[in-house]
């Protein structure tokens, strides 16, 4: 008899079910829903669901094991040797377009990278590769973005930081950056957008009543070409199926979904550590702020942001699907059609293997082996890695140094105590942070 994974209970599928499947769903898959995420917060839905996968591991694992979620079985990967065979082996046959995902995705980017499979994906990412040179340490658009990453400082700088002003802030840094000076203050495109993610999460299956208007305002500024944008850049790209404006959707899409959130907690963190403070700032004030290249060397700074990242992911589950049968070196098959879960909540944090789990440890991005860990996937790894990881890190480090210049850091809302674990989850709409003045 052929091998076979190992199967959770009935019971512990239904737990699943409840503490992680469900809060994901309520949450919002795209647009994230304020009151449910503050009752999860709360709660410590975060908390329970690592407990819950850290017992099934403890029992199953280390390898994959099938859980069912509501009543469907899928296959839970954990350690990092088969999260490598799996996303090294993305998007072929592990693809990234599980059904609940594509009818989201389709109600505001339905020509999305990331569901795509085949030829089609493989265009597709060769124009993101294009315009976003994901291989490059200072991409050509480097000094406007530093630039631009200057404006929302200046603007958070010695006031309270609540999530609506530094979202606020973030989204008109991401239209210059991404469209150009002139969409700066066209609020209305990402109002459109952030509609549109709405609508995702009701998961249509078909393009929201404002898509077309949406995709042609994108259109429009790529006819502009503002010169430091990425707009600007398309013209010199191969044209993706489907046309450019399609794909720059799911940028401004992520850039919207995450970027604002992960600074806003690396600033917290930040600031209830004062080892790691101190060496940020001294880091800092050695760099040239008004230089790509300057902000592109502040890697510990960039350790901090990436830290944040690793301890409160955004995406907190993956979800990828096989489209044939695949036989994993363990000798066990999954057949086709079975999806594929990735728990960042767990694998970000298993104690078991990362000795500084629950710590902020932004040394470990500098020096140490975290860049590599194939368990750390915030941007992902393999071939569908994030394209645009190189430019929302950029950015990110950019506003932090520029807020760290401005003075010193304090916050309120949330312990983030050094000598304890850290909490799996921080609640972004009760947290103030503040940058250039006492709370």
């Known amino acids: 008899m052929a091998q076979d994974f190992p199967r959770a209970s009935v019971v512990e599928g239904i737990r699943f079910t409840a503490q992680i499947g469900v809060p994901n769903i309520v949450q919002g898959l795209f647009s994230k829903r304020e009151l449910p995420v503050k009752i999860a917060s709360r709660l410590g839905t975060e908390h329970f669901g690592y407990e819950l996968v850290e017992g099934l591991v403890n029992r199953y694992g280390p390898g994959p094991f099938y859980v069912r979620v509501a009543k469907d079985e899928s296959l839970l990967i954990t ?43 493989a265009q597709r990412r060769q124009f993101a590769d294009a315009v976003l040179e994901p291989d490059k340490p200072v991409f050509r658009l480097a000094t406007s973005s530093a630039a631009g990453a200057a404006d ?52 249509p299956g078909a393009p929201g009543p404002e898509y077309p208007e949406f995709i042609a305002g994108i259109q429009r500024y790529i006819d502009k070409a503002d010169p430091g944008s990425l707009a600007s850049q398309v013209a010199g ?72 990242m690793r301890l409160w992911p955004t995406v907190g589950l993956l979800v990828k699907v096989a489209h044939r049968d695949v036989e994993f070196p363990s000798g066990a098959v999954l057949p086709e059609g079975r999806q594929l879960l990735i728990y960042n909540v767990f694998n970000h944090r298993n104690r ?65 105590d050094p000598g304890k674990p850290l909490p799996h989850g921080v609640d972004l709409y009760g947290l103030t942070v503040h940058a250039g003045s006492s709370v």
């Open 152 to 203: 929302p400082a200046g603007e958070l700088a010695g006031k309270p930081i609540r999530w609506e002003d530094i979202d606020r802030a973030f989204l008109r840094m991401i239209r210059r950056v991404v469209l150009g000076d002139s969409a700066a203050d066209d609020t209305g495109i990402t109002d459109l957008l952030g509609e549109l993610m709405s609508q995702g999460n009701k998961m």
């Open 237 to 308: 790209a191969p044209t993706p199926p489907g046309g450019a404006a399609g794909q720059m959707v799911h940028w401004m899409f992520a850039l919207k979904a995450n970027l604002a959130a992960n600074v806003l907690r690396a600033l917290a963190v930040l600031a209830t550590h004062p080892e790691q403070q101190r060496e940020a700032r001294h880091e800092v004030s050695e760099a040239d702020l008004s230089t790509a290249t300057g902000v592109a060397s502040l890697e510990y700074l960039g350790g901090c942001l990436l830290e944040a």
């Open 79 to 121: 350690h990092p040797d088969d999260l490598k065979f799996v996303l090294g082996g993305s998007p072929d046959p592990f693809a990234s377009d599980p059904e609940p995902k594509v009818k989201g995705m389709a109600a505001f980017q339905p020509d999305a990278l990331t569901i795509s499979r085949g030829d089609l994906w």
């Open 352 to 416: 078991a293997r990362i000795p500084y789990a629950d710590k902020f440890s932004p040394g470990e991005w500098v020096s140490g082996t975290a860049a590599e860990d194939w368990s750390f996937n915030f941007f992902s790894h393999g071939p569908q890695n994030c394209p645009g990881a190189g430019i929302s890190v950029f950015l990110g480090q950019a506003v932090m140094a520029n807020l760290l210049k401005a003075g010193p850091l304090s916050v309120g809302g949330v312990r983030l």
